[in-house]
Every structure is written in C-alpha cells, then in structure tokens.
C-alpha cells in the first residue's frame, strides 16, 4: 500500500507554482548572488506556453504519495493502482522519495556483466518526484519519462548505473538515470529537473531525445568520481541521420542554466537540430563541452569553463562542417579559464573543432533561433521568456555553491 498524506501546505506551495519554497544553504551570499537562486520557480522553455499546456506545474494540486522502496515508487508514477487509462496520464500526483530506493530490485531492463540487476520505472503526466532536505538516492535504474508532459523531478541522486566495459565504447547498453523521449506519437515536453546530481554511469546522466521538447534542466550537478571521468553527460538529440531529423526539427528546444559539469569527458550538452539557452553554467575538467552541431542552435550566455579543452565547438566527429553538418554557436559574456593543453590531439578529430574552440560563428545580434513546430515563436532574435542571469565572475562560486542535491531547504 502507498501512504498518502494531505501536506496542505505543501500542496499551497505547488499552487503558487513551485513544489516547494525553497532556498540555498548560502546565508553568507550576498543578496545579488542570491537572487536567483533562492526563486527555485521554472525557468527557461519550460514555462513557454504551448501544445496546452501553460508552463510546467508537475503534479501541483494532486496527492502526495510518500514512497519508500521501489515497487511503492513505481506504482506511484505509473499509477498503477488507477485503472482507468485516461485518469493515469491525467490525474496530478506529487511523489514524495522519503528514502534512498534501489531501482535494480525491479529488474525489469536488461542486466550488466557487472550490474546484474537494473530496474526502470515510466513517469505519467502531471507529476512531481522529490525528495525533502537532503535528497534520497536512486540506484541502479532509469526514471523514464515517456511520452508525458508536466513533469517536475527535483533533489535527487543518482547513483550505480557504470560498469568497466572492455571495447572503450561503451554502446552495449542503454542505461540512462533519466531519459526524455517519447511513446510513438507522443512527445514528451514540459519537463523541469531541477537540483540533482548524477553520479558516472554506462551511458548518458540525462538524455532528451526522440522530439522531446521544452524543457529545463537547472541547478544540477554531472559527475564522474574516483574511478575517472564520466564519460557522456547530457544528449540533446538522439542521432543526426533523415529519420531523427524528421522527428526532432522544430522540437528539442531546451534550457541549461546554473548547472555544475565536474570531472567528464563530453556532452555539457551535446545537441543536434535544436535550440539550446545556456546561461550561467559551470564546466570544470571536460575533454568537449557545449558541442552544437547538425544545425543545432545553441547559444552560450555567461557561462564558464575551466580546465576544458574544447570549450565550445560547431563541428565535431561525424557531425562536421565539412559534411554540411555543423551547427551554431553564439557566445556571450562567457569565460574560458585556464584551458587544458592537450599534446597530441587526437587524428580523427575535426581540425575546424580544435580550430574554433570557444569560438562562435555568429554574433548576437545576428543569431536567429531555429523555428519552432506546434507553437509560435514571436521573434526568434530572442528568447521566448524572462529570465535573469547572473554576471559570469559570480558562476565559479555561485554554482558550486548551490549545484545538486541537499542544496536547498524547505520554508515550511
């Protein structure tokens, strides 16, 4: 059985718009460092009104269901013990994660050499999956968010998704901590993730693919740890071939900001045909960051790199200017500290990649956007919603600061 609770002060708090109020463990910031961070209200693609939905509220106004192991959190956002189709994707629910949760139990996705054991669970529409205080832990797993919209996943970690795989490629499985995809027909959109810290694992820590759309991703820490660099953090796009392009074209319009990239090799983000803001974004030790290619359009605002070879690129493997694949880059107010110094760059890597690192290919006031399908963009010299961002001296300390999850604590 799941317990449900009437939190109604929670449930006020979701009303006006957030799951809860909430504020940084940073009584010693300043008032302007802290402005913005302390809102914790959506920001970026995923308040812009569109496809019926206004902007994203997850699961504000339904139950809250506190979870405590993995069958509990699986038949809370698959809504299992509602039997109608209908009222599943359409009844609002908050899940409460009141402990770390081994998602392997499940064992309902293919295993490991290593990892015998993975477990996934599917989001419904209308959903908010937090933890209180200091975050609860997700092992071994992937919180699929399939074909829903109006999802809201906040101060989570994920952790135990890795292990060694002999060829170096790392394309045996698909294990993802968080996918964003669709089902069929269905796109997923409207999606926030908001103060979570993703651990190294097989795959990506987060994937937004297959015409996925209007999302934001804020406050959240990538990571590898002692065993190395992880290897691929954020993919925006899932291929660049005719099929997902068909797919994707007009969608995949996502928003990074205030995100802490430490210790990984690639994809902070790596994004194909879409629109990508990036603002306020700290990246510290990567192989290739921000990589935009196949017509992607990705603009990168205050944002800084350190110890970082490729900072910021519009061609990379496959995806090259060369073969008519390249993509856009506008840099605004960003910073590239200390680059890393690479001796011998690798032979099959684009020359105009290593040519133009940090360097855009089209100014601001030049740089339009990619058109938008199933809703209108005004003007596409702009952004599509308000939003502030904090001057880039402040990103080193700031991000650090208040990136992951247990950043944040309850006001109630």
């Known amino acids: 059985m799941l317990a449900r609770r009437p939190c109604h002060r929670i449930i006020a708090m979701l009303l006006a718009g957030c799951i809860l109020s909430v504020r940084l463990l940073a009584r010693d910031h300043p008032e302007s460092e802290r402005s913005h961070a302390s809102e914790f209200q959506p920001s970026g693609f995923a308040t812009v009104s569109a496809y019926g939905v206004n902007e994203v509220t997850g699961g504000a106004g339904g139950a809250v269901i506190e979870v405590r192991t993995s069958q509990e959190l699986r038949e809370a956002l698959e809504r299992r013990d509602i039997k109608d189709k209908a009222a599943q ?12 949760i081994d998602l392997g139990e499940l064992a309902n996705e293919p295993g490991g050499e290593e990892i015998k054991n993975v477990g996934k669970v599917q989001v419904r529409s209308h959903t908010t999956i937090f933890a209180p205080d200091e975050g609860a832990t997700i092992r071994s797993g992937i919180i699929d968010v399939h074909g829903a919209h109006n999802v809201i996943i906040r101060n989570l970690k994920f952790r ?12 045996r499985y698909g ?3 968080v996918r964003i995809t669709n089902a069929g027909k269905e796109f997923s959109h409207h999606i926030w993730v908001d103060h979570c810290d993703f651990g190294k ?6 994937d937004i693919v297959h015409g996925s759309d209007l999302v934001t991703v804020s406050w959240c820490r990538f990571s590898g740890d002692e065993r190395g660099p992880h290897n691929k953090s954020i ?14 074209r007009g969608k995949l319009n ?12 690639d994809r902070a983000p790596r994004v194909r045909f879409g629109n990508v803001h990036a603002y306020n974004n700290l990246v510290v030790g990567a192989e290739k960051a921000t990589i935009s290619v196949a017509g992607a359009v990705t603009l990168v605002e205050n944002c800084f790199y350190q110890d970082t070879f490729i900072a910021t690129s519009f061609s990379h493997g496959e995806d090259r200017v060369s073969k008519g694949k390249g993509g ?9 500290f200390q680059p890393r110094t690479v001796i011998k760059v690798d032979p099959d ?6 040519e133009n690192n940090f360097k855009g290919n089209v100014e601001r006031k030049e740089l339009v956007f990619n058109a938008p399908t199933g809703w209108k963009w005004e003007n596409r010299h702009e952004l599509p919603y308000a939003y502030n961002a904090d001057p880039v001296e402040d990103v080193l300390e700031l991000v650090k600061r208040g990136a992951g999850a247990g950043r944040s604590t309850s006001t109630d």
């Not at 135990?160 to 394309?171: A, F, I, Q, R």
């Not at 796009?237 to 068909?246: I, K, L, P, R, T």
């Not at 890597?349 to 290593?354: A, G, K, Q, S, T």
């Open 175 to 177: 294990w993802d901590y």
């Open 89 to 100: 994707h359409n009844r609002p629910r908050i899940v409460k994660v009141v402990s770390d």
């Open 235 to 248: 993919l925006i796009g899932h291929s660049s071939n005719e099929a997902a392009a068909d797919i994707d």
């Open 349 to 354: 890597m684009d020359p105009v990649e290593v």
């Open 160 to 171: 135990d998704l890795w292990e060694h795989d002999p060829s170096g490629k790392y394309d």
């Open 254 to 265: 996502v928003t990074l900001h205030h995100n802490y990239f430490e210790n990984i090799i």
């Open 201 to 206: 694992c097989y795959d990506g820590q987060l």
């Open 328 to 336: 856009t880059v506008c840099i605004v107010n960003s910073r590239n």
